[in-house]
C-alpha cells in the first residue's frame, strides 16, 4: 500500500493499490508502454465451419426434397410470369431462407451472357456472391422478430419507392414473416398488392396460420416439404465423401430419421456425430445410437409386446427400468403411440412403409400379423388418452404405471366385434384361450367371470415344432414367437426337448426364456439345448427364399419380363398367391316327377 498525500478529499480514498514500478515495467504516469500480450485472432481459413453453413444449397439444383417447387419456379421464370411476391412456408431447416437467398440471386441473375432473370446459378454471376454474403445494397435481409413493430415497417417501406442501386430489383427477404404485428401487417397490405415494378418481396416462416389471410393472397405461396430420410440418407453419404470421414451406412440412417425431415438437424447431428468415434475409425451404429438417446428404444419396443401380450408384471419392470435410466415417461409413451401407428401401417402396407430401422420395422410387422385393425385402433386410443393424462397428473411416473394396467387388462379383453359374433353363433363369451375375458378384475367384471367360467381344460402338450409355434401363437407373445421364427434352425425336436443351432444375432437369453414359457405353458420341464451346426433353416429364412424364389419365377415369365422392359425401374416387391375357385359340390334337388326313369325304379 502507498500513501498519496495529494488525495486529501475526506470523501476519497487515502490508500489506493498500485503496482510496482520498475525500470522494467511503466506505469500510469508516463514512459514507455508495458507490454501487452495479445491474443491472436483466429484467421477465417483456420476458423471451422459446420457442415451445415459449409454445404448450403448454391444452386437450385442441390435442393434437395424440394422438386415440385424448384419445377414451378423454373417454369415462371422460362416463361417470365414471375410474381412480385413469394411466401415460403415449412417446418425448420429444409430450406426456406436458403431458397430465399436463392430466389434473391435468380431474380438479380446477371452474367457476360445472361441479361435477366434466371434460376440457373451454375455460372456465378455479376450480384452474386456479395448477395451470398449479404452485403448486396439492393437484397436486404430483415428479421422479423427484431422488427415487429409498425414503425420498423415503415421505414422499410419508404425506402421501397426508391429505385435499385445497382442490380435489377430490390429485393426484401422477411425471415420469420410471422412474428409481425397486426399493424405492421397493415401497413404492409398496400405496397404488397401494388408494389413499384423494381420491388420484389420474399417471406419465410414456420407458422403459416399466423400469417394473416390478406397477406397470403397477395403472394405466392411455396410449401417446401419434410426431406424424407430415404432421400436424407443419400444426402449425408455424400457429404461425408467429401469430408474424407468414415460412418457406418447404419448410422446415418439413424441420423436421417432423428432428423425428422429436416437438413440442417441432419447436418448438425452429423457433426456432432462425426466427433464421437475414434480417431481414424468409423463412426459406429451403437455410438450414433448412443448420441442420439435411441439405446432404450429396443426396450421400449419390447414394452410395446409385453402390453399387447398382457404381461402386466413384466411391463411395469420393463417401464421402471426405463425411467431408472432417465427416460421421460411422456417420451416413452410418445415411443409406443408411433410403435402402434407403425404395426397398423404395417399391417397394410408392410415393413418398408414403417420408416423404422429394419429389426424394429420387422418386429412390429410380427406383431401387426398377430393383431386386428380393431386391436390396433382400441391401443392406440387407449394409449392417446393416456399420454393427455401424463401432462396433467402430479406424478407421471404413477399416471403412466396405471395406464399400463389399464392397457394390459384390456390387451386381454375381446373386441365388442368378438363378442358380437360369439353371441350370434351361441359360443360361450369366455371360452379358454387367446381373447378370454380376465378372472382377476374387480366388480361387475369379476362375478361375470365367476358366473361364466368353463370347465378347466387339459394343458396343451405339442407333439411338434409346428405346435410349438402355434402354441407362442395362442399365448400371444409375440416377441417370443419373432425370435424363435428368426433365430431358431431346428436340428432335432421330441416332445419335451428340442435342439436348434442358433442363427447369428439370436438374443442369449433366448434358450432360457423358450424353456421357461414352455414349462409355464404345458405344466412339464422342456429341455433346450443348442449345437454350432447342423441345423435346418429358420423360418423366416425359409420365407425368405421361397418369396425369392417366387419372384425370379415370376420374374422369368415372358409377360413379366415385356412388362417389367417398358416400364424401366419397375420391380416386383411381392408376389401373392391367387385364390382357389370354390366348386360347388352340393347337387341340386330335382323333383321327382322330373327324375329319369332308371331312378324311379331304383326308387
Same mark, same amino acid.
Given at each position: 500500500?502507498?500513501?498519496?498525500?495529494?488525495?486529501?478529499?475526506?470523501?476519497?480514498?487515502?490508500?489506493?493499490?498500485?503496482?510496482?514500478?520498475?525500470?522494467?515495467?511503466?506505469?500510469?504516469?508516463?514512459?514507455?508502454?508495458?507490454?501487452? +500480450?495479445?491474443?491472436?485472432?483466429?484467421?477465417?481459413?483456420?476458423?471451422?465451419?459446420?457442415?451445415?453453413?459449409?454445404?448450403?444449397?448454391?444452386?437450385?439444383?442441390?435442393?434437395?426434397?424440394?422438386?415440385?417447387?424448384?419445377?414451378?419456379?423454373?417454369?415462371?421464370?422460362?416463361?417470365?410470369?414471375? +410474381?412480385?411476391?413469394?411466401?415460403?412456408?415449412?417446418?425448420?431447416?429444409?430450406?426456406?431462407?436458403?431458397?430465399?437467398?436463392?430466389?434473391?440471386?435468380?431474380?438479380?441473375?446477371?452474367?457476360?451472357?445472361?441479361?435477366?432473370?434466371?434460376?440457373?446459378?451454375?455460372?456465378?454471376?455479376?450480384?452474386?456472391?456479395?448477395?451470398?454474403?449479404?452485403?448486396?445494397?439492393?437484397?436486404?435481409?430483415?428479421?422479423?422478430?427484431?422488427?415487429?413493430?409498425?414503425?420498423?415497417?415503415?421505414?422499410?417501406?419508404?425506402?421501397?419507392?426508391?429505385?435499385?442501386?445497382?442490380?435489377?430489383?430490390?429485393?426484401?427477404? $422477411?425471415?420469420?414473416?410471422?412474428?409481425?404485428?397486426?399493424?405492421?401487417?397493415?401497413?404492409?397490405?398496400?405496397?404488397?398488392?401494388?408494389?413499384?415494378?423494381?420491388?420484389?418481396?420474399?417471406?419465410?416462416?414456420?407458422?403459416?396460420?399466423?400469417?394473416?389471410?390478406?397477406?397470403?393472397?397477395?403472394?405466392?405461396?411455396?410449401?417446401?416439404?419434410?426431406?424424407?430420410?430415404?432421400?436424407?440418407?443419400?444426402?449425408?453419404?455424400?457429404?461425408?465423401?467429401?469430408?474424407?470421414?468414415?460412418?457406418?451406412?447404419?448410422?446415418?440412417?439413424?441420423?436421417?430419421?432423428? +432428423?425428422?425431415?429436416?437438413?440442417?438437424?441432419?447436418?448438425?447431428?452429423?457433426?456432432?456425430?462425426?466427433?464421437?468415434?475414434?480417431?481414424?475409425?468409423?463412426?459406429?451404429?451403437?455410438?450414433?445410437?448412443?448420441?442420439?438417446?435411441?439405446?432404450?428404444?429396443?426396450?421400449?419396443?419390447?414394452?410395446?409386446?409385453? $402390453?399387447?401380450?398382457?404381461?402386466?408384471?413384466?411391463?411395469?419392470?420393463?417401464?421402471?427400468?426405463?425411467?431408472?435410466?432417465?427416460?421421460?415417461?411422456?417420451?416413452?409413451?410418445?415411443?409406443?403411440?408411433?410403435?402402434?401407428?407403425?404395426?397398423?401401417?404395417?399391417?397394410?402396407?408392410?415393413?418398408?412403409?414403417?420408416?423404422?430401422?429394419?429389426?424394429?420395422?420387422?418386429?412390429?410387422?410380427?406383431?401387426?400379423?398377430?393383431?386386428?385393425?380393431?386391436?390396433?385402433?382400441?391401443?392406440?386410443?387407449?394409449?392417446?388418452?393416456?399420454?393427455?393424462?401424463?401432462?396433467?397428473?402430479?406424478?407421471?411416473?404413477?399416471?403412466?404405471?396405471?395406464?399400463?394396467?389399464?392397457?394390459?387388462?384390456?390387451?386381454?379383453?375381446?373386441?365388442?366385434?368378438?363378442?358380437?359374433?360369439?353371441?350370434?353363433?351361441?359360443?360361450?363369451?369366455?371360452?379358454?384361450?387367446?381373447?378370454?375375458?380376465?378372472?382377476?378384475?374387480?366388480? +361387475?367384471?369379476?362375478?361375470?367371470?365367476?358366473?361364466?367360467?368353463?370347465?378347466?381344460?387339459?394343458?396343451?402338450?405339442?407333439?411338434?415344432?409346428?405346435?410349438?409355434?402355434?402354441?407362442?401363437?395362442?399365448?400371444?407373445?409375440?416377441?417370443?414367437?419373432?425370435?424363435?421364427?428368426?433365430?431358431?434352425?431346428?436340428?432335432?425336436?421330441?416332445?419335451?426337448?428340442?435342439?436348434?443351432?442358433?442363427?447369428?444375432?439370436?438374443?442369449?437369453?433366448?434358450?432360457?426364456?423358450?424353456?421357461?414359457?414352455?414349462?409355464?405353458?404345458?405344466?412339464?420341464?422342456?429341455?433346450?439345448?443348442?449345437?454350432?451346426?447342423?441345423?435346418?433353416?429358420?423360418?423366416?429364412?425359409?420365407?425368405?427364399?421361397?418369396?425369392?424364389?417366387?419372384?425370379?419365377?415370376?420374374?422369368?415369365?415372358?409377360?413379366?419380363?415385356?412388362?417389367?422392359?417398358?416400364?424401366?425401374?419397375?420391380?416386383?416387391?411381392?408376389?401373392?398367391?391367387?385364390?382357389?375357385?370354390?366348386?360347388?359340390?352340393?347337387?341340386?334337388?330335382?323333383?321327382?316327377?322330373?327324375?329319369?326313369?332308371?331312378?324311379?325304379?331304383?326308387?
Amino acid at each position: 500500500m502507498s500513501e498519496h498525500p495529494d488525495l486529501d478529499d475526506p470523501f476519497a480514498a487515502t490508500e489506493i493499490d498500485l503496482p510496482e514500478r520498475d525500470d522494467a515495467t511503466d506505469d500510469m504516469f508516463g514512459g514507455a508502454p508495458a507490454p501487452v +500480450a495479445v491474443a491472436k485472432p483466429i484467421e477465417k481459413s483456420e476458423a471451422y465451419t459446420v457442415l451445415a453453413r459449409k454445404y448450403r444449397p448454391r444452386t437450385f439444383e442441390d435442393l434437395i426434397g424440394q422438386e415440385a417447387m424448384v419445377r414451378t419456379l423454373t417454369n415462371a421464370f422460362s416463361a417470365g410470369r414471375i +410474381a412480385h411476391a413469394f411466401m415460403l412456408t415449412g417446418v425448420r431447416g429444409v430450406g426456406k431462407t436458403t431458397t430465399a437467398r436463392l430466389l434473391a440471386r435468380a431474380l438479380n441473375y446477371e452474367s457476360d451472357t445472361v441479361h435477366g432473370p434466371s434460376v440457373d446459378l451454375s455460372v456465378m454471376g455479376i450480384h452474386c456472391q456479395a448477395i451470398i454474403e449479404g452485403r448486396h445494397i439492393d437484397v436486404l435481409e430483415l428479421d422479423a422478430a427484431s422488427r415487429t413493430g409498425v414503425d420498423a415497417m415503415r421505414d422499410l417501406l419508404e425506402s421501397v419507392r426508391y429505385a435499385p442501386v445497382e442490380a435489377r430489383y430490390k429485393v426484401y427477404v $422477411i425471415d420469420e414473416v410471422h412474428m409481425l404485428s397486426t399493424g405492421a401487417f397493415n401497413a404492409l397490405l398496400k405496397t404488397l398488392e401494388e408494389p413499384p415494378p423494381h420491388a420484389k418481396f420474399i417471406f419465410a416462416t414456420t407458422e403459416i396460420r399466423k400469417v394473416p389471410v390478406t397477406i397470403l393472397s397477395r403472394c405466392q405461396r411455396f410449401d417446401l416439404r419434410r426431406v424424407e430420410p430415404e432421400t436424407l440418407t443419400p444426402h449425408l453419404e455424400k457429404i461425408c465423401g467429401l469430408e474424407g470421414v468414415k460412418i457406418d451406412p447404419d448410422a446415418v440412417a439413424l441420423i436421417a430419421r432423428a +432428423a425428422e425431415g429436416s437438413v440442417r438437424d441432419g447436418l448438425s447431428l452429423l457433426d456432432q456425430a462425426l466427433v464421437q468415434g475414434e480417431a481414424g475409425e468409423a463412426t459406429s451404429a451403437e455410438v450414433v445410437r448412443d448420441m442420439l438417446g435411441l439405446a432404450d428404444r429396443g426396450a421400449t419396443l419390447s414394452l410395446f409386446e409385453n $402390453i399387447i401380450s398382457g404381461q402386466m408384471s413384466e411391463a411395469l419392470l420393463a417401464f421402471r427400468t426405463l425411467y431408472g435410466f432417465g427416460a421421460d415417461p411422456s417420451q416413452i409413451m410418445g415411443d409406443m403411440l408411433e410403435y402402434a401407428h407403425a404395426t397398423s401401417v404395417a399391417k397394410v402396407l408392410g415393413a418398408d412403409a414403417t420408416r423404422l430401422p429394419k429389426a424394429q420395422a420387422m418386429r412390429v410387422t410380427a406383431l401387426g400379423s398377430q393383431l386386428s385393425p380393431g386391436t390396433l385402433s382400441r391401443l392406440w386410443t387407449l394409449m392417446l388418452k393416456a399420454f393427455e393424462e401424463l401432462r396433467r397428473a402430479p406424478d407421471a411416473c404413477a399416471a403412466f404405471e396405471m395406464a399400463l394396467v389399464r392397457l394390459c387388462y384390456a390387451a386381454d379383453l375381446p373386441g365388442p366385434e368378438l363378442l358380437m359374433k360369439r353371441l350370434q353363433s351361441g359360443e360361450p363369451l369366455m371360452p379358454n384361450g387367446p381373447g378370454s375375458l380376465p378372472t382377476g378384475g374387480g366388480g +361387475a367384471s369379476a362375478q361375470a367371470a365367476v358366473q361364466m367360467r368353463p370347465v378347466q381344460q387339459a394343458m396343451p402338450n405339442p407333439q411338434s415344432f409346428e405346435d410349438v409355434l402355434k402354441l407362442i401363437s395362442d399365448k400371444r407373445d409375440i416377441g417370443l414367437r419373432v425370435d424363435v421364427e428368426r433365430f431358431v434352425r431346428l436340428v432335432a425336436f421330441r416332445p419335451g426337448a428340442i435342439t436348434f443351432e442358433p442363427a447369428p444375432n439370436a438374443p442369449g437369453d433366448l434358450v432360457r426364456k423358450l424353456s421357461l414359457k414352455l414349462r409355464e405353458w404345458t405344466g412339464q420341464r422342456w429341455l433346450i439345448a443348442t449345437e454350432g451346426t447342423g441345423g435346418a433353416e429358420s423360418i423366416m429364412e425359409r420365407d425368405n427364399r421361397e418369396r425369392d424364389a417366387a419372384k425370379a419365377r415370376l420374374q422369368a415369365n415372358p409377360f413379366v419380363s415385356k412388362v417389367l422392359e417398358a416400364f424401366p425401374g419397375a420391380e416386383i416387391t411381392a408376389v401373392r398367391a391367387k385364390p382357389k375357385p370354390v366348386v360347388n359340390t352340393i347337387e341340386p334337388v330335382v323333383p321327382e316327377d322330373e327324375r329319369p326313369e332308371i331312378d324311379k325304379e331304383n326308387d
